[in-house]
């Protein structure tokens, strides 16, 4: 049951993707069915020496190489893109408020301790 929700998911957001895929991919080959990688966890892609290798990007900066129709297709489908995607990483921002708020903390604390012992 949750294959078959899976597959339709899938198959439909490939199709509101389509534009995108002809954009970036080319148009559809003859007798291409974007069905099958939808419903086969396993696919395994095979190289078309007629396709032009495209390089795509994904949000967290990896790279992959796409070497067919369908490879490309798949990859755009999830999200990855022909422009490098840049942004604000999460972790980055995190790790700057941290520090920020541990350098408020230790100014504080050794100001407030050479309070205690000099009179202003």
């Known amino acids: 049951m949750y294959s078959i929700k899976f ?9 509101d993707n389509l534009e995108k895929i002809k954009a970036i991919c080319g148009q559809i080959p003859e007798n291409q069915d974007l069905s099958i990688i939808a419903s086969d966890p396993n696919f395994v892609f095979i190289n078309d020496p007629e396709f032009n290798t495209i ?3 994904d949000i967290d900066g990896n790279i992959i190489n796409v070497n067919s129709w369908i490879e490309c297709a798949h990859y755009i ?20 408020i941290v520090s920020l708020l541990t350098l408020i903390f230790i100014i504080y604390k050794k100001s407030s301790s050479i309070r205690k012992y000099v009179k202003i």
């Open 7 to 15: 597959y339709r998911i899938t198959l439909n957001r490939m199709k």
């Open 55 to 57: 390089r795509l990007f």
């Open 77 to 96: 489908n999830g999200g990855w893109d022909i422009n490098q995607i840049t942004g604000y990483r999460s972790e980055l921002i995190l790790f700057g």
